[in-house]
């Protein structure tokens, strides 16, 4: 018996008359207002879009199903003796709203390993791109699409399937494709880094820590580091490009490899996924402008200084919707005070942590002068060995994986329509502006 499935059932039954019961209602109702300066300026903070699976508060952070960050790494099962919780606990609550037990995650990463099965065509088609040309990204979003023969939804509705089963087939598109995608990405950093030399899954692993061992490390503490970052990083509400993405490509009925395929290519975008590379590159151009691998924090200030004077920014901080400290950034600080506070790099970002907000504040136009998740992942991944800094976001791309899938579960499940919003010209815009001051 699928336990989750079922759960997620009896919860979207309720979910869907509730929600009947609100638009009936309270459907006429105005929530929002539209500037023109959001139409140019990206939708944002335009409330326009449902998202189950988490929320993002301006000062709490993210918060899944109402739990913030600090919360789920003490509530959600840690299993093995790890010290961070499983991902598959914070899936559990995204799908169904409800903490798991530990006896519910193991069963989880057990169905997650018996769906884990990647097909040679995969393998075979990965091998043929050259890693010297074809960025990790890429090869994850070719990857992802050539899985997409697999799809049980695609099969289903070309065989004719009812509008109510829509939810339960994309619920076994989304929990094959999240079974598969850490074997997709330890076989492209493998093929990429290693020269091919694979490691196979071990059955006995939880879903994190098997990525850790097919990347090649086996170290306790980041099997750790994998569990937090895949919980970390596993989704932001709706709004950013990737999740976005995915929720616009699915309601038009494409399955979830087509629909996972696409946002993963807006994560790829150097203002979104590529962050903490950016951020890591930033970091190396300054031990090399100042010719020290341990500047100062007054080296740091400078160099700070220096780099918003050319017009540059500083990666890594700044957010669009967060005006404290990203709760995630601090949960990566708390993991490296306890497994890697001597680390030179990891104490560099602590140093910029401590330089740049006073500096960004001091320019009077920054709203947010704080640090990202960005801002802290490529150093604790690099403490690890992972030095490869353009694998890093396929790394979030698996973790990004579990909330939009969650998500689109969601979606097809409460048969939201397909997403059309209305756009305007410039030229129009000047004729409603004309027309409201006659």
């Not at 919860?11 to 509730?18: G, P, R, T």
């Not at 700044?318 to 400290?325: C, D, E, F, I, M």
């Not at 136009?365 to 030095?387: F, Q, R, T």
Request: glycine content about 6%.
């Amino acid at each position: 018996m699928d336990r989750l499935k079922t759960l997620f059932k009896s919860q979207l039954i309720s979910s869907v008359e509730e929600i009947k019961t609100l638009v009936k209602s309270h459907g006429t109702r105005i929530i929002d207002n539209v500037q023109i300066e959001q139409v140019y300026g990206g939708m944002r903070g335009i409330q326009s879009m449902i998202w189950e699976t988490s929320s993002l508060d301006s000062t709490e952070g993210i918060r899944f199903r109402g739990y913030s960050i600090p919360e789920l790494r003490e509530l959600l099962p840690k299993i093995n003796g790890a010290t961070e919780p499983l991902p598959e606990g914070l899936f559990w609550l995204m799908l169904t709203g409800i903490l798991p037990t530990e006896d519910d995650v193991k069963w989880l990463s057990q169905e997650w390993q018996r769906r884990a099965i990647l097909s040679e065509t995969v393998k075979d088609l990965l091998d043929h791109l050259d890693v010297q040309k074809t960025h990790p990204m890429t090869q994850f979003s070719i990857a992802i699409m050539a899985m997409q023969s697999e799809s049980v939804f695609a099969q289903e509705y070309e065989n004719g399937m009812t509008k109510a089963s829509y939810w339960e087939i994309m619920y076994e598109d989304c929990m094959n494709l999240i079974a598969k995608l850490p074997l997709v990405a330890a076989f492209i950093y493998r093929k990429s880094f290693y020269n091919n030399q694979h490691i196979e899954a071990d059955p006995g692993l939880d879903w994190s820590a098997n990525f850790a061992h097919m990347l090649g490390k086996d170290e306790p503490a980041f099997k750790d580091l994998m569990r937090l970052y895949m919980t970390i990083h596993a989704d932001h509400e709706g709004g950013n490009a990737s999740a976005h993405t995915v929720h616009l490509v699915g309601s038009t009925l494409s399955d979830a490899y087509l629909s996972l395929a696409a946002g993963m290519n807006a994560l790829a975008g150097p203002l979104h996924g590529l962050a903490n590379q950016e951020v890591m590159d930033w970091i190396y151009d300054m031990i090399r402008d100042l010719g020290t691998p341990t500047p100062t924090k007054e080296q740091i200030a400078e160099y700070v200084k220096t780099t918003l004077s050319h017009g540059v920014v500083v990666p890594g901080y700044g957010h669009a919707v967060l005006r404290k400290p990203d709760p995630r950034f601090l949960a990566q600080k708390d993991f490296a005070e306890r497994h890697c506070a001597d680390d030179p790099m990891v104490q560099i970002v602590w140093h910029v942590f401590e330089e740049v907000p006073p500096i960004l504040e001091s320019l009077g136009k920054v709203k947010n002068p704080w640090p990202n998740v960005d801002a802290h992942s490529g150093a604790l991944l690099e403490h690890y060995g992972v030095k490869e800094h353009n694998f890093y976001t396929v790394m979030f791309g698996v973790s990004r994986a579990l909330g939009v899938l969650a998500q689109l579960c969601w979606d097809r499940a409460l048969n939201l329509p397909l997403e059309r919003p209305k756009s305007m010209t410039t030229e129009e815009i000047k004729g409603f502006l004309s027309n409201s001051n006659n």
